[in-house]
Each structure stands twice: as C-alpha cells, then as structure tokens.
C-alpha cells in the first residue's frame, strides 16, 4: 500500500506481502481506508511520543525546539513510505477533517505550541508573537525541506539540517543577527 501508492494498492496485495488472507484483514478492517488509517495512527502516535520525550529530555527552550525539529525530521527520514502516504493521500482527503488522525496531528502541534509558550514564558521570544504563525511556518518549512529527501530519495542530515531551521527561527534574516 505505501509502495505503489494507496489507490494502486488492493487489500488482497496487502495480504499477500503480509502473508495472510484477505479474510483477515477483513476481519479486523472494513475497508482499504480503515487499514489504512490505523497504520497511520500508529505511526503518528510513535511520533508524538518520540516529539514528548525529546522535549522532556532537554532543558531551555532552544534545546527543546531543537529536539523537536530533529524528532520531526527524523521522522521523514526514518519513515518516508508513511510520511509520503500520509501526505499525499490523507491530509488531503476529503474525510480527514475532524478525523481521528487529524486529531493526533493536533495533539502532535500541540508539542510545539507547549514549548513555544515556554520560550514566551522564558523572555527567549517575543510576548506578543503569533505562536500559530510560527508552527506554521516551522512545520510547513521542515516539511518543505524533508519532503525534498522523502520524494527524491536523498540523504536527509538530520541534525546540520535541524540545526540550520533552528538558527534560522530564533534569528530570522535581518542583517547582522544571524
């Protein structure tokens, strides 16, 4: 399903490379969709869990974010056939709006919304910046960068690439500051 693509794949070759019937599945799943969905929840909430202990892990809000960022871009190195299902298929869809997995993307951004109040909190970010302009623009852009290696098949150097977003946000792009 996540090598040929989702509407290529059948139930019956997901059988196969599983090496059960097709019955089985169907007993556990209604549809191609609901096996779907449940792979994705589960690769989404071992994100989300990876995403809270990298952020627990550290101290200070600049060691937090950029655990953050190297967890989100691990996870698109590590997983890119999910990665790609996920976003070329799911979020996309008609149904995802107030989906399950919606729902665990939520409690995913949430993360970052935690440690950018605390970078607030901290007096390392401006009190009165737009915190969901700033996920946005973090998540698209690691997005942007990752999606490169996942669609291309490239190397993706995790941590210089981290690194670099991190910089990038807390200095921006005036002259002098970087």
Request: glycine letters at 8%; one cysteine or more.
């Amino acid at each position: 399903m996540v090598r040929g693509g989702f509407a290529e794949a059948s139930v019956a070759s997901v059988a196969r490379q599983a090496g059960v019937s097709d019955g089985l599945i169907y007993r556990y799943f209604d549809s191609k969709e609901a096996l779907r969905d449940a792979v994705l929840a589960r690769f989404y909430k071992r994100v989300l869990e990876r995403a809270e202990q990298a952020v627990a892990a550290r101290a200070g809000f600049p060691a937090r974010l950029l655990g953050l960022i190297e967890t989100h871009l691990a996870s698109f190195r590590d997983d890119r056939a999910l990665c790609r299902l996920f976003i070329s298929e799911v979020r996309v869809a008609a149904d995802y709006a107030g989906s399950p997995l919606q729902e665990l993307n939520r409690r995913y951004t949430r993360v970052l919304l935690k440690v950018l109040r605390q970078g607030v909190a901290e007096g390392a970010m401006q009190p009165n910046i737009d915190l969901r302009l700033v996920r946005d623009m973090l998540y698209g852009g690691m997005e942007h960068v990752a999606w490169r290696s996942v669609a291309e098949g490239g190397s993706l150097d995790v941590p210089a690439v981290a690194q670099r977003i991190l910089a990038l946000l807390l200095h921006g792009m005036e002259a002098g500051l970087a």
